[in-house]
């Protein structure tokens, strides 16, 4: 049903026929309600400033909206290049203008430039991003929708005398497809009126060769179309930003003070700040808004929506809906979604058993290595706990020789009794070592060494009176004897 | 002590001419004969310049020297320099002055920080100042030392750019891969871009920077404490206003009357010998008119030795090595190791002492017990 209506429509659909009016029915106050309901809303401008450090960025603006715009120094040394938006409520008679400049901080300093255009152009996308995201929502507030848009660059070029520089082209090239680019020569205070001359042929001829859309002043209103003519011709304009005053004459302007003269920044001779300030302000600045809305941001609108799948009209002419479209692929998005999440699951599920395993096997591994330790401690212990019966044994045998010997003694001469005892502590000295040796419970030895040093030799006088245990195992020489 | 006396007061009166001629020795003259040995020889200065295309150093060593010494130079366009490579180009001019013969070569490092990457582009200048040292090297070390050329360079204007706050990353990374082997004298190009206020603060900063980063840049020599006054706050003022703020021009003016050499401007005319306008004539007097000389033997004495040194060291490293390797200079084998291996003979023997005090001590415990 509805498509058939939409069909009637569409063909009975006429030329607009053209009638005069008999008297004044008063639609031409249409633009001035206009007019109104804007200047109660409030003008926002968004200005991006990229160029040098300390090429003139922030003086220019403070020069160009008559204020001071609380910046500090950048320093050299910035890793990479980042955006610094600042935003400001200015108001001008009755006309409430919300200002935001963003600054490319760090710009031009780095050694390796080769990737400083990215986040200018991150940054840029970033807010049609916002933008557009505003336009597709359901409940939607445009009208009160704080537009972040760039509205126009300002690149600011260094005032060599010889060309662009090759970043200038680089990030300008990447640029001008995003958003109006207006390029300036900064510090122009240091060309002198022949050698800019030269400069601005070369950069334009250059900015032509290498296929640089910049922007263009509007020249289909008849309104403005002359004086932006004549502008398009000063392009570059090469200004000069100054916040001090200066008496010249008997009037405070804002001027540079050299010791050989005085530069100022609003005479036509000196620089092109007064036509810089007329077209950027005071005659395009509606003109840039409209620029940025109805070109650069429908590009990427456009480009945006055709990556996500959406198309114009499809195959068989029938138009897609966009709400259609928006749901098939959410659609599709989810079941995407749900596949990766069972994919991930799974892949979870896998690793934690093979984690699993691989601690059940080392555990099993843990107990088989304690088992046989357990086991080696015990050999050896059993090892130890003979010796220790052997060694009491020996003790024991060598106590009863003793006493055989000193009874012995006690009736023959003292000099044949010598080796037998040497040779038994010669053993004894062995075992001990052996003892020391297997690693084992230490208290042992030690007790062995101890029962060694607490048995009285009780030998007569040819056994030399020696202090330490140890020197006494040590000096003490064996011979053969008899046991 | 009367006889000396009297000697003072004969040479002060130069009446008793023959008895004079006997007490003269006449090594005063000394001064004189260098002077025309010097002159009958001729001189030479190598002069190196660097710093990014546009910042002006065509037109200052021109300025200088008065001479056109870039008659057909191709500038290339912004397209050609996203890639460019830096080059070493030479320019060599015979100047003659009141019969003093100058030989004059001018270093030019076109393409020096031009390129979107410029990481190690100051690598080509080091290769070539090392290029010059190793040819010297050589000729020094040769058996016919006749005739050697000096194509050190004595000297390297380095220009930094007043359009920003202080020194760059690409400024600071020359300036330390160079200055141990070139005296660099640094420069604010393009000075009539500052008022005097900020010219004074981006010297300041600079210096800081330069402090901060341990640049080594060329230091004016001492001027002894016997020279007179004037001499003396000249010097002052000298060291003062350094880094230099230049500006330079081809072009001659008319200005109150008079053709200088400046830039002609809708606001007023600069004049680049006017000491208030620039520090042209400062710069060139310590370049040319004082410390040529001074350049020259630092260059000799300092950056020379300090290469020559390394490079000894350098080959016989490797002579140890490698022994069948050939080498040009005769070398006598160094009766001392070098640092490194020095350090590591004191850590081992510290070791061994502390092992051997270790060893003694158990040895005692064991007695003891």
Redesign the interface.
Known sequence: MAATDLERFSNAEPEPRSLSLGGHVGFDSLPDQLVSKSVTQGFSFNILCVG?????KSTLMNTLFNTTFETE?????EECVRLWPQTYDLQESNVQLKLTIVDAVGFG??????E?YRPIVDYIDAQFENYLQEELKIRRSLFDYHDTRIHVCLYFI?????????????TMKKLDSKVNIIPII??A??I??SELHKFKIKIMG?LV??GVQIYQFPTDDEAVAEINAVMNAHLPFAVVGSTEEVKVGNKLVRA?????????VENE??CDFVKLREMLIRVNMEDLREQTHSRHYELYRRCKLEEMGFQDSDGDSQPFSLQETYEAKRKEFLSELQRKEEEMRQMFVHKVKETELELKEKERELHEKFEHLKRVHQEEKRKVEEKRRELEEETNAFNRRKAAVEALQSQALPATSQQPLRKDKDKKNRSDIGVQQSGMSLSNSKVMMTKASVEPLNCSSWWPAIQ?C?CLVRDATWREGFL | MSTGLRYKSKLATPEDKQDIDKQYVGFATLPSQVHRKSVKKGFDFTLMVAGESGLGKSTLVHSLFLTDLYKERKLLSAEERISQTVEILKHTVDIEEKGVKLKLTIVDTPGFGDAVNNSECWKPITDYVDQQFEQYFRDESGLNRKNIQDNRVHCCLYFISPFGHGLRPVDVGFMKALHEKVNIVPLIAKADCLVPGEIRKLKERIREEIDKFGIHVYQFPECDSDEDEDFKQQDRELKESAPFAVIGSNTVVEAKGQRVRGRLYPWGIVEVENQAHCDFVKLRNMLIRTHMHDLKDVTCDVHYENYRAHCIQQMTSKLTQDSRMESPIPILPLPTPDAETEKLIRMKDEELRRMQEMLQKMKQQMQDQ
């Open positions: 040098e450090t300390g090429i003139g120094e950048a320093s050299h040394h300093d780095q050694i390796n430039k080769d400083s260094t005032p060599t005398g010889h060309s662009l520089k090759s970043l200038d082209l680089v900064a510090k205070d240091t002198s009126k250059e060769s290498n540079r003070q050299y010791p050989w003269g005085v530069v100022q001779n000196h330490c140890s």
